[in-house]
């Protein structure tokens, strides 16, 4: 079945630099766009960035866009969020997402916090 | 960008009784709609793609209807364990969310 493990979390200053992970396995990981969606908290849902299988196409919401990039490999079957300029109202989940138009498989989430 | 309406933004329903969840776009999707359940603590999780499409696992009593701008969630008896917050999720141009309607139990 569909498995996916976000990391890289945890606490970081305004200003800094987060490089999250999502470890994917389950399923033929090139074929499918990935996605990073984030939930502040008490909060509802944002999409933020995804990335095509090829990686040739990203994409990026103007809340996160010059902060943060998208990356994957497919040979590792991971893809990556590195999170630059971080601002306190980053301060959320961040779930990475099988994506097929729909978020069809969501991981369990990795809290990032930003706060001096 | 796209702006999605949901309403109401809290339902309490009796057991048994039908939910009706509607999200409203601010421009027209086609089909592009996805509604998602949270439950407390757990991630979220896809109920119905493109609509109308109800995943495999879903009980039936959830369908969902609509095209254009206009779409409904509906839950034809509410159980317990379907106390959450849902969400819907346009894909059409650069994805959006509604801001959510959390359901309980009356």
């Known amino acids: 079945q569909v498995q996916l493990v976000e990391s890289g979390g945890g606490l970081v200053k305004p200003g800094g630099s987060l490089r999250l992970s999502c470890a994917a396995s389950g399923f033929t990981f090139s074929d499918y766009y990935m996605s990073w969606i984030r939930q502040a908290p008490g909060k509802g849902l944002e999409w933020i960035s995804y990335i095509s299988g090829n990686t040739f196409y990203t994409e990026y919401a103007d809340s996160v866009k010059g902060r943060f990039t998208i990356s994957r490999d497919n040979a590792e079957n991971s893809v990556d969020l590195q999170m630059s300029s971080l601002r306190a109202e980053d301060t959320a989940v961040y779930y990475c997402?099988?994506?097929?138009?729909?978020?069809?498989?969501w991981g369990q989430g990795t809290l990032v916090t930003v706060s001096s | 960008e796209i702006v999605l309406t949901q309403s109401p933004d809290f339902q309490s329903v009796a057991p048994k009784e039908r939910v009706t969840i509607t999200c409203r776009a601010s421009q027209s999707i086609g089909s592009s709609l996805h509604w998602y359940q949270q439950k407390p603590d757990q991630s979220p999780r896809l109920l119905i793609k493109y609509g109308t499409q109800t995943m495999s696992g879903v009980p039936s009593r959830f369908s969902g209807s609509g095209s254009g701008t206009d779409f409904t969630l509906t839950i034809n008896g509410l159980e317990a364990e379907d106390v959450a917050v849902y969400y819907c999720h346009q894909s059409s141009s650069l994805d959006t969310f509604g801001g959510g309607t959390k359901v309980e139990i009356k």
């Open positions: 997402a099988v994506t097929s138009g729909a978020f069809v498989s």
